[in-house]
């Protein structure tokens, strides 16, 4: 099975600008979530959705977006970028299936720089 | 809240020697899963090992296997016969019903030939 991707993997952006990225799934997985990880935060959930629906949320301004459509693919749209906001955003999926404790897989990232 | 606390930002050892990455949390819960994942240059986070909360057996996954102290809330990690490869930011993780990740603040792991 094809591992989870995300795109695009770099991207540089300048302040005010929006973003959006994208995260395919493994095949069958119907959960995706989000993740933050900076060098003085660490990683930090963003927010999960599970057949299209947002299920989580964690504690992020409303700039920070997503959604996930029938397929499972899953974007995160961050609007008026702040300098903060440049971070390795990381996506993993999990079936969603088996309850909330399986195993979450993730993408390579996407290095989002903000000028 | 739930926390996960990695005490030790940066080791490092030998190769062929063994190494325990220490981790501790907090929960109230009961039910919840714990969890390795290995972070090399590339940023890829790939899975090591996992714990399920309920099961009082250690689990193993060929050289990594984990001491589970589920009274001390204790996950440490221990590597044998570590290899070059093994050179990473390690991250533990808690998970509970909600399905959110909760990360420690990672270890850098070196190993020296």
């Known amino acids: 099975k094809a591992g989870v991707t995300q795109t695009p993997r770099y991207l540089i952006k300048t302040r005010g600008q929006q973003v959006t990225l994208s995260c395919s799934p493994i095949?069958?997985?119907?959960?995706v979530s989000w993740y933050q990880q900076t060098p003085g935060q660490g990683l930090q959930f963003l927010f999960e959705?599970?057949?299209?629906?947002?299920?989580n949320k964690g504690n992020f301004p409303g700039r920070f977006s997503g959604r996930q459509f029938s397929n499972s693919r899953s974007e995160m749209n961050v609007s008026t970028l702040e300098l903060g906001d440049s971070a390795l955003y990381l996506c993993?999926?999990?079936?969603?299936?088996?309850?909330?404790?399986?195993?979450?897989?993730f993408g390579p990232g996407t290095r989002l720089t903000v000028l | 809240a739930q926390t996960v606390t990695q005490s030790q930002p940066e080791m490092s050892v030998q190769e062929a020697e063994t190494v325990t990455l220490s981790c501790t949390y907090d929960?109230?819960?009961?039910?919840?899963?714990l969890f390795w994942y290995k972070q090399p240059p590339s940023r890829q986070m790939i899975l090591v090992i996992r714990?399920?909360?309920?099961?009082?057996q250690n689990a193993t996954e060929n050289r990594f296997s984990v001491n589970f102290q589920k009274a001390a809330k204790s996950f440490s990690l221990k590597i044998s016969d570590s290899q070059l490869g093994d050179t990473a930011m390690y991250f533990c993780?808690?998970?509970?019903?909600?399905?959110?990740?909760?990360f420690g603040q990672g270890t850098t792991l070196q190993v020296k030939p």
């Open positions: 095949s069958g997985h119907r959960s």
């Open positions: 993780a808690f998970i509970r019903a909600t399905g959110k990740l909760i």
């Open positions: 959705y599970f057949s299209e629906t947002q299920r």
């Open positions: 993993a999926s999990r079936s969603g299936l088996a309850g909330s404790t399986d195993t979450q897989y």
């Open positions: 929960t109230s819960e009961n039910n919840y899963y």
């Open positions: 714990q399920e909360a309920y099961k009082q």
